[in-house]
């Protein structure tokens, strides 16, 4: 089938198309209603030397930069991720989810904290809570091991928490997917009516006889002469061959006795 009859069976068919274009549709409509839109705030932290590490430097924090800082970025998000974490800022008052990890490409101990929802009010709220709450986690790691204030990694903020952009990848990948799969079925459900209206109109598709008889069943025997063969083959259209096979062997008789 080329897109030529494809084509035509869709003119042919189209009360099986249309309900199906307005079924997709609504299912378009209902994702778009059901599925929310969801915004994100992020905010970029870095971690910075001590104010004794920094002597050297002038005290200046920016000048003095060392590997165990990015150690401690890396351990400070995975306890910023952990379950006991989740459980304070759910009693601060945080909503949505949220995520702290390393900058991507990060040439230091940059980190981003991240926080998704679908109120953009509460997601900058909650990104608020969420970078104050990095800092106070910070301190205390420190604290538990008795580091002196002045030896103490200090954090600072590079972007404070943005105003929420929408997100609308994962909201367009529903779309796009109910879309296509009522488009296909749409598509497909002429076709299936069509194949099936031309197997139910096949001539090849064996029909009973008029008066419920079969006549497709065994060949009629030859009888003598071959007149019962010839008489079986009209049987089914002279209602009198009956009668021909009951008087054809009488009269044969009548002439192998010599009457005239």
């Given at each position: ?32 209603l059901l599925v929310p839109m969801e915004y994100r705030s992020q905010s970029t932290v870095t971690l910075l030397n001590s104010k004794k590490a920094t002597v050297a430097f002038d005290g200046n924090p920016f000048l003095s930069t060392q590997a165990s800082l990015t150690g401690m970025a890396d ?186």
């Open positions: 089938m080329d897109l030529a009859e494809i084509w035509r069976v869709m003119r042919r068919r189209w009360y099986v198309l249309l309900p199906g274009l307005l079924l997709t549709a609504a299912l378009i409509a209902g994702v778009y351990g400070l998000a995975r306890n910023l991720n952990s379950d006991d974490s989740k459980a304070d800022l759910k009693a601060q008052g945080l909503t949505g989810v949220y995520e702290a990890k390393i900058a991507d490409n990060a040439q230091g101990p940059f980190m981003w904290l991240s926080v998704t929802g679908t109120d953009q009010a509460a997601v900058l709220k909650s990104d608020q809570v969420f970078t104050a709450y990095a800092e106070k986690r910070l301190q205390e790691f420190q604290a538990q091991q008795s580091v002196q204030p002045e030896a103490m990694i200090r954090m600072a903020t590079i972007v404070p928490p943005q105003k929420p952009e929408a997100q609308t990848k994962t909201r367009l990948q529903y779309l796009i997917m109910a879309g296509a799969l009522g488009f296909v079925l749409s598509l497909v459900a002429p076709v299936i009516v069509e194949a099936r209206r031309r197997k139910a109109e096949s001539p090849g598709r064996r029909r009973p006889a008029p008066g419920g008889a079969d006549t497709g069943g065994s060949e009629p025997s030859a009888g003598p002469d071959g007149a019962a063969g010839t008489a079986g083959a009209a049987g089914s259209a002279d209602p009198t061959a009956t009668m021909a096979l009951k008087v054809l062997p009488a009269s044969a008789a009548y002439r192998s006795s010599g009457s005239p």
